[in-house]
T-cell receptor, first 114, second 111 residues
């Protein structure tokens, strides 16, 4: 199983809503990532979890709140988003540690903030 | 800090023609390089990777890349493209605990 599964695939939310994006992998990977991708741009790193601990936060606004409940799951909690936060949100995982392995990406959640 | 540069934002090519997508890297430490493809409204799929060993790397869908340390390049090639290869291609280098992506190259294959 080399899949990273993201749910939901599409999400429309109002600026006062609270929602969560979910990501799951069963490859035994110990590093998990959230990326944000705007149209015609490369993915931008938001957060990195290494062995279930937050290791990188790329100065992301507090309206995005990541959570890693266990080594297989990664959530991104959303609250009071702005229309400019509309984007494709990608989850990825890799082996972690000092291993220079590739990252496996999910299909993404297309988020629209209205 | 590691970085990659993709000089071509768009590469148009006719079906069955060869193609090369360029990527140059900058790194002060050991280099680990990747090419990913992204089809519309989908995630990123790994095409190939260079971690060590042979400088010619073969990937999926008939793509290959050559690691050239003297030219700090990792160009992606395919001898004969198909319409279905139309997509966005990203070169990436592994930095500390993360992948650093280039700006991407849109490959447009026409009949």
């Amino acid at each position: 199983d080399t899949e990273v599964t993201q749910t939901p695939k599409h999400l429309v939310m109002g600026m006062t809503n609270k929602k969560s994006l979910k990501c799951e992998q069963h490859m035994g990977h110990r590093a998990m990532y959230w990326y944000k991708q705007k149209a015609k741009k490369p993915p931008e790193l938001m957060f990195v979890y290494s062995y279930e601990k937050l290791s990188i936060n790329e100065s992301v606004p507090s309206r995005f709140s990541p959570e890693c409940p266990n080594s297989s799951l990664l959530n991104l909690h959303l609250h009071a988003l702005q229309p400019e936060d509309s984007a494709l949100y990608l989850c990825a995982s890799s082996q972690g540690g000092l291993n220079p392995s590739e990252a496996f990406f999910g299909q993404g959640t297309r988020l629209t903030v209205v | 800090a590691q970085s990659v540069t993709q000089l071509d934002s768009q590469v148009p090519v006719f079906e069955e023609a060869p193609v090369e997508l360029r990527c140059n890297y900058s790194s002060s430490v050991s280099v680990y390089l990747f090419w990913y493809v992204q089809y519309p409204n989908q995630g990123l799929q790994l095409l190939l990777k260079y971690l060590s060993g042979s400088t010619l790397v073969k990937g999926i869908n008939g793509f290959e890349a050559e690691f050239n340390k003297s030219q700090t390049s990792f160009h992606l090639r395919k001898p004969s493209v198909h319409i279905s290869d139309t997509a966005e291609y990203f070169c990436a280098v592994r930095g500390f605990q993360k992948l650093v992506f280039g700006t991407g190259t849109r490959l447009l294959v026409s009949p």
